[in-house]
């Protein structure tokens, strides 16, 4: 008996059924969302990062400015005048746009603060410029042009005469774009 030939559409190679596994179009698809999904973990890590050094800079300024203040309260010969109160005429006065006094104290741990007045002040504002200096991302433009230290009658504002209050401006350089123009400030007005 001779054999019939084979129906049209069977082949050589049957299809199978159902297609086991993946494509390579399907596996593709799967790196590009995990690539994505890890870009953004990098992308928030970074952020976070930022906004943590930028929280850091601004404690260490609370706390530098504190530290002044408290400078100020210990030596009242060199802050306060006759009246009792905070002028332009102290030795802690630094108007915005004036350079500090270029006292470089080689000792500031050592430094006897005891007898007071004007020359202590000098080397209080000598040490708390190098700490300033280095502790925050400062530029001697940012020390001249933005850090103020005045009498202050109102909030934010120098006063031209005398005060009980004084008021503490200081700036530094910000990389996380949380501030404008990338240049923060802190002001602290305080009671003397």
């Given at each position: ?161 005398s005060s009980s209050v004084v008021m503490i401006q200081m700036a530094w350089q910000d990389k996380s774009g949380d ?13 003397l």
């Amino acid at each position: 008996m001779a054999r019939s030939p084979a129906p049209p559409s069977a082949s050589k190679f049957p299809r199978p059924a159902a297609v086991a596994g993946f494509s390579m179009i399907e596996v593709l698809i799967g790196l590009l969302v995990l690539c994505i999904g890890v870009l953004g973990m990098v992308s928030l890590q970074t952020h976070g990062l930022q906004l943590s050094q930028s929280a850091n800079q601004r404690s260490t300024a609370v706390m530098l400015a504190q530290d002044l203040v408290e400078m100020m309260r210990s030596n009242p010969d060199a802050t306060l005048n006759a009246a009792n109160l905070f002028s332009n005429t102290s030795g802690y006065y630094k108007a915005a746009g004036s350079e500090f006094a270029s006292t470089s104290v080689a000792n500031c741990a050592g430094l006897d603060r005891s007898a007071g007045g004007s020359a202590i002040a000098s080397q209080d504002l000598g040490c708390w410029l190098q700490e300033v200096q280095s502790l925050l991302p400062v530029t001697s433009g940012l020390l001249k042009g933005n850090f103020t230290i005045c009498p202050s009658k109102q909030e934010n504002s120098c006063a031209s005469g005398s005060s009980s209050v004084v008021m503490i401006q200081m700036a530094w350089q910000d990389k996380s774009g949380d501030c404008t123009d990338g240049i923060c400030y802190y002001r602290l007005r305080a009671e003397l």
